[in-house]
């Protein structure tokens, strides 16, 4: 079973469009993050939320809106994409709010055109 | 920004340790080493962390000085899936909420 998930693996879009990535843990754990890893192959935290609370909001255009229905789920939600949003998201997990030990999902590549 | 410093790049031959250095000299008390790898077009891996003690696990081995400004984490006998980008990092503790900060870690190479 994948402990953390995400869908699509795989996103080519054009410019001004709104997309949306998904994830899923099955790993019963209290937090999820959004990474992103950009063409230099840095990766910075976005946000992170703890059942389904937002706790950390790391410098990120409105454009991004992360929702959590539920402590399982974490979607990232991105409006009127831009050139610069091409990049790897990854989601993940860890038990509680200030653990480091974190579980990373397989990341989606976004492709901006 | 990371407060970790690693060599750009290491190689290793399989079967042999594969011993990879990591400053963090501004360390505090409270805060933990943990080390990360990345292996190509897969999410990162969480593998190890310590405090003070040195850890071992399934995967490697922990290495902290006693003063805590360094670090090495130890793969006991490298394999060519080991290949990849390994990263150390000081948890930041306070509020930081579990917030990873990445740098450019070490790229291990491990060649037949």
């Known amino acids: 079973d994948t402990a953390v998930s995400q869908t699509p693996k795989y996103l080519v879009t054009q410019m001004g469009n709104d997309k949306s990535i998904k994830c899923e843990q099955n790993?019963?754990?209290?937090?999820m993050y959004w990474y992103k890893q950009d063409s230099k192959k840095f990766l910075k935290i976005m946000f992170s939320?703890?059942?389904?609370?937002?706790?950390i909001n790391e410098t990120v255009p409105n454009r991004f809106s992360p929702k959590s229905p539920d402590k399982a789920h974490l979607n990232l939600h991105i409006n009127s994409l831009e050139l610069g949003d091409s990049a790897v998201y990854f989601c993940?997990?860890?038990?509680?709010?200030?653990?480091?030990?974190?579980?990373f999902g397989p990341g989606t590549r976004l492709t901006v055109t | 920004d990371a407060k970790t410093t690693q060599p750009t790049s290491m190689d290793c031959a399989e079967g042999r340790a594969a011993n990879l250095p990591c400053n963090h000299s501004?360390?505090?008390?409270?805060?933990?080493v943990y080390w990360y790898r990345q292996i190509h077009s897969q999410g990162p891996q969480y593998i190890i962390h310590?405090?003070?003690n040195n850890e071992t696990n399934e995967m490697a081995s922990l290495i902290i000085t006693e003063d805590r400004k360094s670090s090495t984490l130890i793969l006991p006998h490298a394999t060519l899936r080991d290949t990849a980008v390994y990263y150390c990092?000081?948890?930041?503790?306070?509020?930081?909420?579990?917030?990873?900060?990445f740098g450019q870690g070490t790229i291990l190479t491990v060649h037949p």
């Open positions: 993940a997990s860890s038990q509680y709010l200030e653990t480091y030990e974190q579980y």
């Open positions: 790993l019963g754990h209290d937090t």
């Open positions: 939320y703890n059942n389904k609370e937002l706790i």
């Open positions: 501004t360390i505090s008390g409270n805060e933990y």
């Open positions: 310590g405090l003070k």
């Open positions: 990092i000081v948890s930041e503790g306070g509020t930081s909420y579990g917030k990873l900060t």
